[in-house]
């Protein structure tokens, strides 16, 4: 079969690079895809919410399943889009659609969802303009740190966490009244901190059946140390050593039935990618966020992970048989680091030609803002490249990362030497 991965970064290159390995898959499109892509598969420069390209390019190429990368096109419809197209509604569509892909396009109808099927979540209220004086005195009744989250999709980058009242007051009238997040802050869910230590858990769901992948830690902060400002993810390491067979347990009875159950139960239907952001409290799973399709960098890691044949599991999913496929991880951990602009995530530069990429081995590179010009490799947004390894532990694994970043080089290349310090 033709087969279509929506996406430019390096989760796309990530299922690519899986999808290809595929006897079922006969020709692999990316739109747009990057650099890495383009080296396994046909880039398309299509954007990822032009459903009229889409379509075009779709019936064209005769493609007959559609994986959705990123979440944007997911909230706008994509599958709502296909199916109500007669001339598309044979197509596969991996994602969910968009009723139940309000998940991750709206925290509140998320905490709403959890509070709804008793999922264990941090206590929360929401707020907008006409009621951030209310929104100031919540914040009073909190104990420091204070969290705000700007309601829509604002990539990876509305959360703030803040240590002093005053402040938050401030930001919070910056996201209400001043359009900090632009319409994804129209409204702002403040929440109770949590402490403990973060991971997350990857499902697989046709709506009835689920599957469990590999967990995964990332790290998000700029800095060593998890400091400085929030990114896409600056590396991830799976599995999480700290995620006991029994903390396992803990996550699917607490966290992934009630919420695959809920997904039916609100009529929700979803074919696709559940990533449950959790944090271990004491020794519970409290959900932090939901998205609706894979996360990036764990993409990374989760799928070199996993042995199974990816394009049968997505037929599985498009026909509700699930449950009649075993899924098979490789019992080794991964490790990736991701390569990113000076600068990123403020202002950085484009356009920097990446060097070194044929002299890696024992590793795989995932390009994420890197494309092709006059065949070169050059960078073309913050988080430019993964660098993904094997090891019989993730000390081992990262150790082989970090041998191959030294044979890359660009201006102002930066990452963090410290991926996997807290485990």
Known sequence: MNILILGSGGREHTFAWKIKQSPLCNTLFVAPGNSGTAAIANNVPVSVT????????V?????????VGP??????GIHDFFLQDAALKHVVVIGPQKAAAQLEGSKAFAKQFMMRHNIPTAAYQSFNAETVEAGCAFLETL???????????AAGKGVLILNELEAAKTELKNMLLNSKFGSAGTTVVIEEFLDGIELSCFVLTDG???????????????????????TGGMGAVSPVPFATAEFLNKIEEQVVKPTISGLQKDNLPYKGFVFIGLI????????????VRMGDPETEVVLPRLKNDLVQIFQAMATETLDAIDIEIDKRAATTVMLVSGGYPEAYQKGKEISGLETITDSL?????AILENEKVITSGGRVMAVTSYGNTYQEALKKSYQNIDKLYFDTMYYRKDIGFDL
């Open 50 to 57: 032009d459903f009229k390209a889409i379509k075009e390019l």
């Open 59 to 67: 019936l064209d190429k005769h493609i007959t399943m559609v994986v």
């Open 71 to 76: 979440e944007d096109p997911l909230v706008q």
């Open 143 to 153: 104990k420091p740190p204070y969290v705000l989250k700007a309601d829509g999709l």
């Open 208 to 230: 009835k059946n689920y599957k469990i992948l590999p967990t995964a830690k990332d790290y998000k902060r700029i800095g060593e140390g998890d400091t400085g400002l929030n």
């Open 280 to 291: 271990k409290v004491g020794n519970s799973p409290k959900v932090i966020e939901y998205n």
């Open 365 to 369: 590179v995932f390009h994420a803002g």
